[in-house]
């Protein structure tokens, strides 16, 4: 019979996180391998052209995933450090440390794969387009929340530095966004995917976009759960290692 | 305040801000582009840098000597000794240096009127910079080698100010003014007065647990 959990908690325990995620990583893998290759093969070949932007609309397979996971992933890494100064979960901690590369790199491909769209498009690699402005600032706090770890050694003071960073971060990133919304609507395009708007893209265009999301969000919980796995053996090796018991 | 005065760091801070600009403007002027814009980003850049300069004083010294345990176990909160730390930070760096604009940018290309006006939002705007300084102050607490990294942290967060400085000082220029941009900043400097207080006093209070 199947244990029933009492709340979401127990999860915090390494111990527990550690015996599930066990048992969740190869589904997890076996996922991302599927969503991701169906959606990218489906979109990059089995896709018509689009009658303005030719081949180039297929950039949009890694560059809408990429810009969604980046915004996404800096929000986690704000509820996580809140929950670790409020309620001291060292999991919630590791979370938020290590989604900070993998949604740092999201950032820079999101930015690199719009630039290459741009070039043909647009006529130019960059332009200050207030959309692209908040991607920039994004990057800068990613790097900034990055730094701070790679630059201190590990101590809960640190952590506390850290998650309170991560709060600035998500305060000023949103602060700076309406800011550069406030006077123009910019160049880029609007959201292409929402749910209360009736016009979205073409439903060729859809599924296989909707299939290449899934695919990244089970890349980066894949990838995610294998960082965190890691930085707890690497936790408990370090306290073994101090503590000399062997 | 006096601290500041007698460590000479209103000259400093203020030498800093002439230098800055005279150099990037010489810079600007091999270039042959000197319009307006580009003085306006000068300053406001200039401005940033300088009241970067001086945060790391802000509280490293009490810390470092324990004044900062005193003002932590006096009835005073907290909060209202960081409202007090960035006033100081305001008026010793950011003050001198509203003064000095309109004497530095019309040699430069500004109208007398235009920079008065630039002026004036500058005085609205820089409490918020010394507001956001104390957060970037009290994460460095402490380092050591934290000069750069309090840029790396402290810079982007200045953004949301300095983008709309910016954008309304550039609307001045073009003479498309209204006080409601006035107010705009003065918003934002409100706000930070409202949340950076309780943010600081709770990452100080991490040094300390």
Redesign the interface.
């Known amino acids: 019979m199947i244990k029933y959990r009492k709340n979401i908690w127990e999860f915090a325990n390494p111990n527990n996180f550690l015996r599930i995620t066990n048992k969740i990583t190869p589904f997890f893998i076996i996922l991302t391998i599927i969503t991701l290759s169906t959606g990218i093969i489906w979109g990059l070949f089995f896709t018509p052209e689009d009658y303005r932007q030719g081949s180039s609309v297929k950039i949009i397979y890694v560059h809408v995933p990429a810009a969604f996971l980046a915004i996404n992933i800096y929000f986690m890494m704000f509820v996580t450090s809140v929950i670790w100064l409020i309620r001291r979960h060292h999991v919630s901690l590791i979370a938020a440390k290590s989604a900070a590369p993998i949604g740092f790199i999201m950032t820079l491909s999101a930015i690199l794969t719009g630039a290459i769209w741009g070039k043909p498009i647009w006529g130019t690699y960059w332009a200050w387009d207030p959309r692209l402005t908040s991607f920039s600032?994004l990057l800068?706090?990613y790097?900034?929340y990055i730094?701070?770890w790679q630059?201190?050694k590990f101590s809960?003071?640190i952590a506390?530095?850290s998650s309170?960073?991560c709060?600035?971060?998500s305060?000023?990133?949103l602060?700076?966004r309406?800011?550069?919304f406030?006077?123009d609507q910019g160049l880029h395009q609007g959201a292409s995917l929402s749910l209360d708007k009736k016009e979205n893209i073409d439903d060729v265009f859809y599924f296989p976009l909707l299939l290449s999301m899934a695919g990244f969000v089970f890349l980066f919980l894949t990838l995610l759960v294998i960082k965190i796995k890691t930085e707890i053996q690497k936790r408990r090796l370090n306290i073994l290692l101090s503590t000399g018991n062997t | 305040m006096l601290f500041a005065l007698a460590n000479k760091s209103i000259l400093l801070s203020t030498s800093f801000f002439v230098i800055l600009i005279l150099t990037v403007g010489i810079g600007f002027g091999q270039t042959g582009d000197s319009s307006e814009k580009t003085v306006i980003a000068i300053i406001w850049i200039a401005t940033a840098l300088s009241s970067l300069l001086s945060i790391k004083e802000m509280f490293q010294n009490d810390f470092e000597d324990g004044t900062l345990d005193f003002y932590m176990l006096s009835a005073a909160t907290l909060e209202t000794i960081i409202c007090l730390k960035a006033f100081t930070h305001w008026i010793t760096t950011n003050l001198p240096i509203i003064f000095l604009i309109p004497l530095i940018s019309i040699p430069l290309g500004i109208t007398f009127y235009h920079s008065i006006l630039i002026s004036l939002v500058m005085l609205v705007s820089t409490p918020a910079l010394s507001f956001?300084s104390t957060?970037g102050a009290a994460?460095t607490l402490g380092?050591k080698g934290g000069n750069l990294?309090l840029s790396?942290?402290i810079?982007?967060?200045f953004?949301?100010i300095i983008?709309?400085g910016m954008?309304i000082s550039i609307l001045i220029t073009n003479s498309i003014y209204d006080i409601m941009a006035h107010l705009i900043l003065f918003a934002?400097s409100l706000i930070c007065l409202a949340?950076t207080p309780f943010?600081t006093s709770?990452?100080i209070k991490?040094?300390y647990?």
């Open positions: 600032i800068m706090f790097i900034g730094s701070i630059t201190m809960d003071k506390d530095l309170w960073l709060i600035i971060g305060i000023f990133a602060m700076s309406y800011a550069v406030f006077w | 956001i957060l994460l380092e990294l790396i942290f810079l982007p967060t953004l949301p983008i709309f954008k934002l949340i943010i709770a990452i991490v040094h647990s």
